[in-house]
């Protein structure tokens, strides 16, 4: 048995053996390509470049670079400049493709560097995408306002209607992209029906022509929702949110199958939004390790205070997926579950205050937040362990058309609340101070 074999051997049997709580924690420590297995906390290798033996192991770098053959020629791999890749974001790569069942992921500088990668490394000029008609606000201004610019179009259909999404896709349709639970409004799509459905438009489609199907798995991370399993070919991520989870670093991810490997990394090469070492290390080390822990506490008071604000008399909807009254209960209860199956209704909440005609209403709650509160911050992002509340409609979706914030029901007197790891009950003290200033 060769060393890699023995090596290989080694990760497989802990990997059988161990939660999944243990895995984001430990990840692998011992690789042909790293070894930290002396060391308690993963390295950080902050290189912009790195030395190689000789110009021949240089030249063999940049032949072996994206290609099938990429570790074949000699065994230790050659890591050349960090845009290109380097080993502290393969570490996080390595645990992120291994939580969202993938074969392999990607960092990037941000969630928006993600997408956007995305959009150009699979689309062509005159191809296009269909998604719903209104996404996270820069994804709607991305696909609106800067595509069309390259010749790529984003066909906007209600990705609940699968006959609609089936007629707006013809043979130049080349991904559906979905955002699930939709921010703000945590909308569900079926992303088992929708992966059917382009896996059936598929089946006379040439490899170069398939339609492929990427979810934004923000709002639930890997913890809550595994998209790969449910038939999707691509998951992005703002690592920003609730897999950063402390608001200290801004940065994003794709996560795919082994086919799509080559592509993605030559278009992040080029177009350059490589996250940096530091970032990777932050997430790494203290991000990822503590996601389950933090989704589960943080899913548990967003529960507290999501009945709560169902109790009160001057709160008109809420929006949270475990709540009996949530539209989509039986599609929340089948897809959004963590590795061994439990309902996972995240920690996001939407809800309207009464006095709907009034369209200050909102902003002058969330005013009344931001003076009088102590554990609720007025800020936009979520999944930070501090509880994060915002109007969507005025701030974070603000260049979202009127027509298409309409036919979400995007209202001006929506408040988007992620809940952090304070205590229930300082919340809900917090929300009633601000409800009482109605
Ligand atoms: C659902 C969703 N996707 C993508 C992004 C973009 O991520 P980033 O801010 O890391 O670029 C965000 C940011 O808020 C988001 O909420």
Same mark, same amino acid.
């Given at each position: 048995?060769?060393?890699?074999?023995?090596? /290989?051997?080694?990760?497989? #049997?802990?990997?059988?053996?161990?939660?999944?709580?243990?895995?984001?924690?430990?990840?692998?420590?011992?690789?042909?390509?790293?070894?930290?297995?002396?060391?308690? +906390?993963?390295?950080?290798?902050? !290189?912009?470049?790195?030395?190689?033996?000789?110009?021949?192991?240089?030249?063999?770098?940049?032949?072996?670079?994206?290609?099938?053959?990429?570790?074949?020629?000699?065994?230790?791999?050659?890591?050349?400049?960090?845009?290109?890749?380097?080993?502290?974001?393969?570490?996080?790569? !390595?645990?992120?493709?291994?939580?969202?069942?993938?074969?392999?992921?990607?960092?990037?500088?941000?969630?928006?560097?993600?997408?956007?990668?995305?959009?150009?490394? @699979?689309?062509?000029?005159?191809? /296009?995408?269909?998604?719903?008609?209104?996404?996270?606000? &820069?994804?709607?201004?991305?696909?609106?306002?800067?595509?069309?610019?390259?010749?790529?179009?984003?066909?906007?259909?209600?990705?609940?209607?699968?006959?609609?999404?089936?007629?707006? &896709?013809?043979?130049?349709?080349?991904?559906?992209?979905?955002?699930?639970?939709?921010?703000?409004?945590?909308?569900?799509?079926?992303?088992?029906?929708?992966?059917? @459905?382009?896996?059936?438009?598929?089946?006379? #489609? *040439?490899?170069?022509?398939?339609?492929?199907?990427?979810?934004? /798995?923000?709002?639930?991370?890997?913890?809550?929702?595994?998209?790969?399993?449910?038939?999707?070919?691509? +998951?992005?991520? *703002?690592?920003?949110?609730?897999?950063?989870?402390?608001?200290?670093?801004?940065?994003?991810?794709?996560?795919?199958?082994?086919?799509? $490997? !080559?592509?993605?990394?030559?278009?992040?090469?080029?177009?350059?939004?490589?996250?940096?070492?530091?970032?990777?290390?932050?997430?790494?080390?203290?991000?990822?390790?503590?996601?389950?822990?933090?989704?589960?506490?943080?899913?548990?008071?967003?529960?507290?205070? =999501?009945?709560?604000?169902?109790?009160?008399?001057?709160?008109?909807? +809420?929006?949270?997926?475990?709540?009996?009254?949530?539209?989509?209960?039986?599609?929340? #209860?089948?897809?959004?579950?963590?590795?061994?199956?439990?309902? &996972?209704?995240?920690?996001?909440?939407?809800?309207?205050?009464?006095?709907?005609?009034?369209?200050?209403?909102?902003?002058?709650?969330?005013?009344? %937040? =931001?003076?009088?509160?102590?554990?609720?911050?007025?800020?936009?992002?979520?999944? /930070?362990?501090?509880?994060?509340?915002?109007?969507?409609?005025?701030?974070?979706?603000? &260049?979202?058309?009127?027509?298409? $914030?309409?036919?979400?029901? @995007?209202?001006?007197?929506?408040?988007?609340?992620?809940?952090?790891?304070?205590?229930?009950?300082?919340?809900? #003290?917090?929300?009633? %101070?601000?409800?009482?200033?109605?």
């Amino acid at each position: 048995m060769t060393s890699t074999e023995d090596e /290989n051997k080694k990760i497989n #049997r802990r990997k059988d053996a161990y939660s999944k709580e243990a895995r984001l924690i430990h990840g692998e420590m011992e690789t042909p390509v790293w070894d930290y297995s002396h060391n308690v +906390v993963p390295p950080l290798s902050a !290189n912009s470049t790195f030395r190689l033996d000789s110009s021949t192991r240089g030249n063999m770098g940049f032949l072996e670079y994206a290609q099938e053959s990429a570790g074949e020629t000699e065994g230790r791999p050659i890591f050349i400049y960090d845009r290109l890749e380097e080993p502290t974001a393969m570490m996080l790569e !390595n645990r992120l493709a291994e939580v969202e069942q993938g074969d392999a992921a990607l960092v990037f500088a941000s969630g928006m560097a993600a997408i956007s990668t995305l959009a150009l490394s @699979l689309l062509k000029q005159g191809e /296009n995408i269909v998604s719903h008609p209104t996404l996270y606000g &820069c994804t709607d201004s991305l696909f609106r306002e800067w595509l069309p610019r390259w010749g790529i179009e984003a066909r906007r259909v209600d990705m609940n209607d699968l006959e609609a999404v089936e007629s707006a &896709c013809d043979d130049l349709t080349r991904l559906l992209y979905l955002e699930t639970p939709l921010n703000p409004t945590l909308d569900l799509m079926d992303i088992d029906a929708l992966s059917g @459905l382009a896996k059936r438009l598929n089946e006379n #489609r *040439s490899p170069e022509t398939q339609i492929r199907v990427a979810v934004d /798995n923000t709002f639930q991370t890997p913890w809550g929702q595994r998209p790969l399993s449910l038939g999707a070919d691509i +998951v992005a991520h *703002s690592l920003t949110k609730g897999i950063a989870g402390f608001g200290t670093d801004t940065a994003g991810a794709l996560v795919f199958g082994e086919d799509l $490997k !080559n592509d993605l990394l030559v278009a992040r090469k080029d177009l350059g939004g490589m996250l940096s070492p530091r970032a990777t290390w932050h997430i790494l080390t203290y991000g990822i390790s503590t996601l389950g822990v933090r989704f589960q506490a943080q899913q548990s008071s967003a529960g507290e205070v =999501a009945a709560y604000l169902e109790r009160h008399p001057k709160v008109s909807s +809420v929006r949270w997926p475990g709540l009996e009254s949530f539209p989509q209960k039986e599609l929340a #209860r089948r897809q959004m579950v963590d590795s061994d199956g439990a309902f &996972c209704p995240g920690f996001m909440i939407y809800f309207t205050l009464k006095g709907a005609c009034d369209d200050t209403i909102g902003q002058r709650f969330v005013d009344s %937040v =931001a003076e009088e509160a102590y554990a609720i911050t007025l800020a936009v992002s979520l999944g /930070n362990i501090r509880t994060l509340i915002e109007c969507p409609y005025s701030m974070t979706h603000a &260049c979202v058309p009127e027509d298409a $914030k309409g036919s979400v029901s @995007l209202t001006p007197g929506g408040i988007r609340l992620s809940v952090g790891l304070e205590s229930p009950r300082d919340l809900i #003290r917090d929300l009633s %101070v601000a409800l009482d200033t109605l």
